[in-house]
């Protein structure tokens, strides 16, 4: 299998070419395009009890759908995100990445999807009470609004709300005040999240709340 994002980092879009036997698994209603010898079958997310799991809790579609190629020739099909903003691959060797609702693009076959409690300071923090986890070894492809950055935390870093979109299992996170409370009520950033390491973050340069608000 062959892919590409293209159209970083404001309109990013996966282009994948599967070869023969090849297959992709992708969130529902993120195909843009496929070639007519592409065969997709829709199957719960994570099996029947997970799926329903991570669209009640996770926020999360009930299905997945399944991208194959036919056995003669490649396939193309072309998925995106359902904002505008920015795409990246992280490749996983038998790891785990805990990802905030609606970063999950894709992946490949040998990882697999689960959900996991993220506390109330995930909550508090405008990142949701649940998570969805992915592990295994393959790719997994994120998608954000704005751009998507990468930052290795050794002790504690300071992110503003809704600006997480995925992270290494071994980062905690606990919500706070982004400075003393009259520098937190009137300086307009408030509540923040504390992370704290080691490990490795990914972080999104603009949020859909900030932009709603």
Same mark, same amino acid.
């Given at each position: 299998m062959q892919t590409e994002i293209r159209h970083k980092p404001a309109f990013a879009t &996966? +282009? $994948? $070419?599967? %070869?023969?036997?090849d297959s992709i698994i992708a969130e529902s209603d993120a195909m843009a395009s496929m070639t007519s010898?592409?065969?997709?079958? #829709?199957? +719960?997310n994570g099996g029947f009890l997970t799926g329903l799991l991570l669209k009640f809790l996770g926020a999360e579609s009930l299905f997945v759908n399944l991208f194959k190629s036919g056995n003669s020739e490649n396939a193309e099909v072309v998925l995106t995100s359902n904002t505008p903003g920015d795409m990246i691959a992280v %490749?996983?060797?038998?790891? %785990?990445? &805990?990802?905030?609702?609606g970063a999950f693009i894709a992946c490949t076959v040998g990882l697999t999807l689960g959900i996991g409690w993220a506390g109330f300071a995930s909550w508090i923090g405008r990142e /949701?009470? +649940?998570?969805?986890?992915?592990?295994? $070894?393959?790719?997994?492809? &994120?998608g954000a609004y704005g751009s998507i950055y990468e930052k290795h935390i050794d002790d504690e870093y300071v992110v503003d709300t809704s600006h997480i979109? #995925?992270?290494e299992p071994t980062i905690s996170l606990r919500a706070g005040l982004a400075g003393g409370i009259f520098s937190s009520l009137f300086s /307009? %950033?408030?509540l923040v999240s504390r992370l704290k390491g080691p490990g490795k973050v990914y972080l999104q340069s603009r949020s859909m709340s900030g932009l709603a608000s």
């Amino acid at each position: 299998m062959q892919t590409e994002i293209r159209h970083k980092p404001a309109f990013a879009t &996966l +282009f $994948t $070419t599967l %070869e023969p036997g090849d297959s992709i698994i992708a969130e529902s209603d993120a195909m843009a395009s496929m070639t007519s010898n592409t065969s997709l079958k #829709a199957k +719960f997310n994570g099996g029947f009890l997970t799926g329903l799991l991570l669209k009640f809790l996770g926020a999360e579609s009930l299905f997945v759908n399944l991208f194959k190629s036919g056995n003669s020739e490649n396939a193309e099909v072309v998925l995106t995100s359902n904002t505008p903003g920015d795409m990246i691959a992280v %490749e996983l060797n038998d790891s %785990e990445l &805990l990802l905030q609702p609606g970063a999950f693009i894709a992946c490949t076959v040998g990882l697999t999807l689960g959900i996991g409690w993220a506390g109330f300071a995930s909550w508090i923090g405008r990142e /949701g009470l +649940f998570r969805l986890k992915i592990k295994g $070894t393959g790719t997994v492809w &994120l998608g954000a609004y704005g751009s998507i950055y990468e930052k290795h935390i050794d002790d504690e870093y300071v992110v503003d709300t809704s600006h997480i979109v #995925a992270y290494e299992p071994t980062i905690s996170l606990r919500a706070g005040l982004a400075g003393g409370i009259f520098s937190s009520l009137f300086s /307009g %950033e408030g509540l923040v999240s504390r992370l704290k390491g080691p490990g490795k973050v990914y972080l999104q340069s603009r949020s859909m709340s900030g932009l709603a608000s």
